[in-house]
C-alpha cells in the first residue's frame, strides 16, 4: 500500500518551491545583502545537488545503485520524513515572515525571532530541508540522492557561516545569548 512515494515525493517538492515563490513577493526590503560570490557558490551547489537527486539522466552507473534493499517500511518511512521535513521547513518560512529571503540578507527593520521552531534550532528551515532530503534518500535508496543529501549539507553550512556572522553583527549580545542556548540544526546537538 504505498501510493507510490517515488511519485509523489517530487510533488511535495514542488510545493515546497512554490510556497517559497510566494513568500519572495511578500519580504521586506534587503538592508544587507551576502556578496554575490557567495551567494554563485551556494546557488551552484544547490542546483548541482538537486539537479543529480530529481533529474533521469543521473540514474546511471554508481548513482543509481542502491544503498539500502527495496522495502515498503523504508519507503514509507522515507515519505514520513520527507513529508515532516518539509512541513518543519514551511513552518519555519511562515514562522520567519517578512524577514525571510532566498539569500544571506538582512530586512529593513529585521528582527530576531526565537519562536516555534526557532526555539528548537536557530535554522530550522535547514533542518527541514535536510531531513526531508534524508527522507527523500530513503524513499528512492539510490546513491545519487545521498550525494544530493551531502551537497545540500555543504551548501547549508556555508550558509550559516554567513548567516550567523550577519546574525551577530546585527544583534550583538543578543544573538550569541541566543546561539548559546540554541543549537544550528539538530535540536540538543549540533
Not at 534524508?134 to 548567516?163: D, H, P, Q, S, Y
Request: hydrophobic share 50%.
Amino acid at each position: 500500500m504505498i501510493l507510490d512515494a517515488r511519485t509523489i515525493i517530487p510533488y511535495l517538492w514542488a510545493a515546497t518551491g512554490v510556497v517559497w515563490l510566494i513568500g519572495a513577493f511578500t519580504a521586506k526590503r534587503t538592508s544587507r545583502r551576502q556578496s554575490p560570490g557567495s551567494r554563485l557558490v551556494q546557488l551552484t551547489i544547490a542546483v548541482v545537488a538537486f539537479t543529480i537527486g530529481f533529474n533521469k539522466r543521473f540514474e546511471v552507473g554508481l548513482l543509481a545503485r542502491s544503498f539500502l534493499p527495496d522495502s515498503p517500511a523504508v519507503t514509507f518511512a522515507g515519505l514520513a520524513a520527507t513529508i515532516a521535513g518539509l512541513c518543519i521547513a514551511v513552518w519555519a518560512r511562515l514562522r520567519l515572515g517578512r524577514n525571510w529571503s532566498g539569500t544571506v540578507t538582512l530586512k529593513e527593520n529585521h528582527t530576531l525571532i526565537r519562536k516555534g521552531p526557532y526555539s528548537l534550532v536557530r535554522h530550522p528551515i535547514y533542518s527541514g530541508i535536510l531531513l526531508a532530503l534524508l527522507g527523500t534518500a530513503l524513499a528512492f535508496r539510490e546513491v545519487r540522492n545521498l550525494v544530493t543529501l551531502g551537497l545540500v549539507l555543504v551548501m547549508l553550512l556555508l550558509k550559516i557561516r554567513t548567516e550567523e556572522q550577519f546574525m551577530l553583527e546585527q544583534f550583538g549580545a543578543e544573538y550569541q545569548e541566543y546561539s548559546q542556548k540554541v543549537k544550528a540544526l539538530i535540536p540538543f546537538v549540533y
